[in-house]
């Protein structure tokens, strides 16, 4: 393996220092003889998206490796050094095994009710066989599961909860015993308060959490991965429910229309907001930039947005960021991303467990 030198103002300590890359990892110990990758510039850790799904796509499954690879290039690309994978119907793991793709952390697969979630895409099981299915999904993922919490009921015409409080209370208790977190999928209002109750770990997307629930998430220390690129769908989801569902239509451009608002309240009430694209969905991967983007507009300092998505998104997944002895994964950019988000666009050198993986020369 290669060493380097770089010097820029890291981040977040906003110091201008030298730093050297040995043997893959970080050092500020001088190092001779190396390549210096960059003079100037501010360096941040690579960034987190924290809500995605490696074999997917928006023309559907993708289970060879090639294409999987593919997936995660776009996201490296875009300075998206660590992807949590959540939730994916076909095996990943060759992404994971790759040194010169993004960090995978996976979630194993989605965990649904039989006709309450989208075909073939989770396991699905019946109340009475969640915590057995929490338990191979723990064994499976790199430490997190993944649930379906909320879905529409066609018997009612709008959303509407998967799972009893009490099964769900007793589902992430086993989790958490097993040392996996919790992620859920929940859209709408009803499914909140029993998922929060049960101690989950990540709410995803989010769109029903309303000022009543917020000192509850915040207290518990549950973050909150928006995905607002995504939610930004919900109007094509109502568009082609509304003929038959009417009311659940209605529902869905309800939660868009207010998205912003709920996560700007959800950080203003210190609910650590995370970025993710859901990417694999109805997304194409490599979104980074366009989800940070909504988040700032959504009303979260572009500061906090950046620290989130960056190194506070790697040490809430257990990862190091610019320390003594950290694998070096990092970008530099020409100018500071938390004040220019045109930056983004720019990376001057991308670095993926002490590789130059991308970014441009100088």
């Known amino acids: 393996m290669v060493d380097y030198h770089l010097r820029g103002v890291l981040l977040p300590d906003e110091v201008e220092r030298d730093v050297w890359i040995r043997d893959g990892r970080l050092t500020f110990e001088p190092v001779p003889d190396v390549e210096t990758i960059a003079l100037g510039g501010w360096v941040l850790p690579g960034f987190v998206d924290a809500h995605c799904h490696v074999g997917l796509s928006p023309a559907g499954f993708v289970a060879d490796a090639a294409g999987q690879a593919d997936q995660a290039v776009r996201s490296r690309d875009a300075g998206a050094l660590v992807l949590r994978d959540a939730g994916s119907p076909v095996d990943n793991r060759s992404v994971r095994d790759r040194p010169d ?13 039989p006709y309450h979630y989208i075909r ?26 993944k649930l379906v919490a909320d879905w529409i009921d066609r018997s009612i015409g709008d959303l509407a909860p998967l799972w009893p409080d009490d099964v769900l209370a007793r589902a992430i208790s086993r989790a958490h015993e097993l040392g996996a977190r919790v992620a859920a999928h929940v859209f709408g209002e009803d499914a909140l308060s029993g998922l929060i109750d049960a101690g989950l770990d990540s709410i995803e997307h989010g769109t029903g959490l309303t000022g009543d629930l917020l000192d509850d998430v915040s207290r518990k220390g549950i973050a909150v991965v928006p995905t607002l690129i995504n939610i930004d769908t919900f109007g094509d989801i109502a568009a082609s429910a509304a003929a038959k569902y009417p009311t659940y239509a209605a529902h869905m451009r309800a939660l868009r ?19 993710g694209t859901d990417a694999g969905g109805s997304l194409a991967h490599g979104l980074i930039r366009q989800e940070i983007t909504e988040l700032v507009r959504a009303g979260v300092p572009q500061a906090e947005v950046i620290a989130q998505a960056s190194w506070r998104g790697r040490r809430w997944l257990g990862l190091g960021a610019l320390d003594q002895g950290a694998e070096a994964d990092l970008v530099v950019y020409d100018t500071d991303p938390r004040t220019d988000l045109s930056a983004l666009y720019a990376p001057r050198r991308i670095v993926l467990r002490g590789r130059v993986v991308g970014g441009r020369s100088g």
């Open 101 to 113: 793709l993004p960090r995978l952390i996976r979630a194993g697969r989605h965990i649904a009710r």
């Open 120 to 145: 073939h895409l989770g396991v699905e099981v019946e109340p009475r066989d969640l915590v057995a299915e929490v338990e191979k999904q723990a064994a499976i993922g790199d430490g997190w599961v």
């Open 257 to 275: 229309n207010t998205s912003r608002e709920r996560i700007r309240c959800a950080w203003e009430a210190g609910v650590p907001i995370y970025t």
